[in-house]
């Protein structure tokens, strides 16, 4: 019975210690920029995880506004599937001459009152896990922006090389971060500062024991779509 009530215990301690996932990408697959019609104009979608499991609050809403490029670039998808040991990809694709932000809101339908503080956390996390990042021009500008309740605060980060990138709970002045209400994600293309840029992310999550996506070979994963 002692040896039960150990086995408990531990099992009940690492659960606790798991990453929030804010979407994992292996839900609400989309794909919106390539709708066949000419730049400037801007298109959204929703996307639902009934589970919960994948997407934090079990909804997706993204926005993608084409300032410039063509009828097929730039674009951008999730895909929910596996390759080289990575399941679920979120990638920006474009050419140049290409200008457009990429918008991905959490907390759209309605206030998540998540608790990204579980697990001792202290940060959210970016995967960047393959791309053409490390051609330029570039940096990539990815602005994290965080509600709760009548606050909120953003910071930004330069996406340069396929990494993990963190964004510190500190890094956000006047958020309680044990009662968030909407995250929004934005990426900024701008032509002039990185031009015909191509990337997939792995996941959003806070910086607790999950296990990352290995970097893979961009040239492949791109012709599966």
Not at 139 to 154: D, I, K, M, R
Not at 182 to 211: C, M
Request: hydrophobic share 35%; with cysteine.
């Amino acid at each position: 019975m002692k040896g039960l009530a150990l086995v408990c215990i531990l099992t009940l301690t690492a659960a606790a210690a798991q990453a929030v996932i804010i979407d994992d990408f292996q839900a609400g697959e989309y794909t919106l920029g390539r709708e066949g019609t000419t730049p400037p104009y801007t298109v959204s979608g929703t996307q639902y995880d009934p589970t919960g499991l994948h997407i934090l609050g079990g909804r997706r809403d993204v926005e993608l506004d084409k300032q410039s490029g063509s009828t097929t670039q730039p674009y951008c998808n999730v895909m929910a599937i596996e390759y080289n040991g990575v399941f679920g990809w979120s990638t920006y694709n474009s050419s140049f001459g290409c200008n457009a932000v990429w918008t991905t809101t959490y907390g759209g339908g309605g206030d998540l009152n998540a608790d990204l503080t579980v697990g001792g956390a202290t940060a959210i996390l970016v995967d960047v896990i393959s791309g053409d990042m490390y051609s330029g021009p570039r940096p990539v500008p990815l602005t994290v922006t965080v509600y709760s309740g009548a606050g909120s605060a953003s910071a930004t980060r330069q996406l340069v090389l396929e990494n993990t990138y963190e964004f510190p709970f500190n890094a956000f002045t006047g958020v309680d971060f044990r009662d968030i209400d909407r995250i929004v994600f934005e990426i900024i293309q701008d032509s002039g500062v990185n031009d015909a840029v191509d990337f997939a992310l792995g996941q959003f999550y806070t910086n607790e024991s999950v296990v990352g996506a290995d970097e893979s070979n961009w040239g492949a994963i791109k012709g599966l779509y």
